[in-house]
Nanobody
């Protein structure tokens, strides 16, 4: 059974930082592209960042220069380092594997 478990969300003030983690089990992690998506209330789920099996990355324009995606294949984990957070980054963040499997989501709230 494939499981993706996210952690690291929470409440942070504007300008602050958070690091999200997503750990996979039940599947060979290293052969899958990994992505982070987010969904704000009333909005669609959008791609935030993607990292391929050979560590190439791609980011949504809204987070370029502020967010960094990385992966540790030895730990079956993908990370999303989020800096200079803005209120508009508030959303539920989801981990995705291979454009198929999803985690349960973790809430990120940016507010003073």
């Amino acid at each position: 059974q494939v499981q993706l478990v996210e952690s690291g969300g929470g409440l942070v003030q504007p300008g602050g930082s958070l690091r999200l983690s997503c750990t996979a089990s039940g599947i060979i992690f290293s052969i899958n592209n990994m992505g982070w998506y987010r969904q704000a209330p009333g909005a669609e789920r959008d791609l935030v960042a993607l990292i391929t099996t050979d560590a190439r990355t791609n980011y949504a324009n809204s987070v370029k220069g502020r967010f960094t995606i990385s992966r540790d294949n030895a730990k079956n984990t993908v990370y999303l380092q989020m800096n200079s957070l803005k209120p508009e980054d508030t959303a539920v963040y989801y981990c995705n594997m291979g454009n198929y499997y999803w985690g349960q989501g973790t809430q990120v709230t940016v507010s003073s």
